[in-house]
């Protein structure tokens, strides 16, 4: 059950990035940030309220707990990682073409398995270094893709912003398996509904100071699209699903990780038809190492 609900939260996922690169097509990308937290919020605030007045049991699939600031200073940690990334990615993702943006997401997982060896000390087998190097390869062949659309990975702030965004997004995956994790295994032993509902609140009022910041030096460009209620839409889904498919028993979290990392196959080949992108190919070929390495991490994983 798990992992049909990672593969389903991976293809929500993968529209939600195509949905997102359409709402920011002439748009701020603060404004729509800004929007995306506020949305995504209102999606669950009504869980939040019903739990409080015991229209929802707890115990049940929406329940929100209550929980003091021992819990919450968890959840606003969460809330800064997950902003600082979504920042950096909005912008990126804004400014370069999603074919490129999807296949240097999709090494998430690598840096969460470095991350883990870093930080938990754990090992890796000889599979899962070659999916580590076969994600250095395909990122190194990324660069020449970009080249040809003249992108210089080295030089690019935009870039930048994206691997920074997928190293914060990474992290934000590693801190994840640390919250939701039972305390007798040392996690936090968070309640996924209350992780999710609460770091979307945080998140809001922390752009609601940015984008007044924002806006007293600089009026941001703006128009309606559907397309951003959308965004806020797919995501607060494919987050429930993830989150969900974390908290069962037997889930394994690697695995989770690098099934939603295939959200690039949906962002990329919908992505690359509708926003007419070029080069198709020749990325087509880095994004297929990027998978394969993943394959690898996968077969390692559960060795």
């Given amino acids: 059950m798990w992992l049909f609900l990672a593969f389903l939260s991976a293809t929500l996922l993968g529209c939600y990035d195509v949905f997102k ?15 995306n937290t506020l949305f995504c919020s209102l999606v669950f605030l009504p869980f939040v309220l019903l739990s409080a007045t015991d229209h929802i049991e707890a115990g049940s699939l929406f329940y929100v707990p209550i929980e003091g600031w021992e819990v919450h200073k968890y959840v606003i940690l969460k809330s800064c990682i997950v902003l600082s990334s979504w920042v950096c990615g909005y912008y990126g993702i804004k400014h370069l073409p999603l074919t490129l943006v999807g296949p240097i997401n999709a090494t998430r997982p690598v840096m969460v398995l470095l991350g883990a060896l870093l930080f938990f000390g754990e090992r890796l087998n000889i599979y899962q270094w070659i999916g580590v190097l076969l994600a250095i390869f395909s990122f190194f062949l990324l660069s020449r893709s970009g080249k040809k659309e003249g992108i210089d990975f080295r030089h690019n702030h935009w870039v930048i912003l994206v691997v920074l965004a997928a190293v914060l997004g990474a992290l934000s995956g590693l801190y994840d398996k640390f919250l939701l994790a039972p ?55 494919a987050d429930f699903v993830y989150f969900y498919a974390l908290s069962m028993d037997d889930a394994l979290v690697s695995v989770v990780s690098m099934v939603r990392r295939s959200s690039v196959l949906v962002s990329f080949f919908v992505g690359g038809y509708v926003f007419h992108e070029h080069n198709l190919r020749g990325k087509a070929v880095d994004l297929a190492l990027v998978l394969l390495g993943m394959i690898f991490l996968f077969i390692g994983s559960n060795l």
Avoid: E, P
């Avoid at 920011?24 to 940030?33: E, K």
């Avoid at 305390?183 to 100071?209: E, H, I, P």
């Avoid at 699209?225 to 806020?232: A, G, N, P, Q, Y």
């Fill in 21 to 35: 690169k359409h709402a920011l097509r002439d748009n701020d990308v603060i404004i729509i940030l800004w929007l």
């Fill in 183 to 237: 305390t007798d295994c040392g996690g936090a032993g968070l309640d996924r509904m209350l992780v999710q509902s609460y770091y979307n609140f945080y998140q809001c009022g922390m752009m609601m100071v940015v984008l007044f910041l924002h806006l007293r030096g600089l009026h941001g460009k703006f128009h309606w699209d559907w397309c951003i209620i959308l965004v806020s839409l797919f995501l607060s889904a």
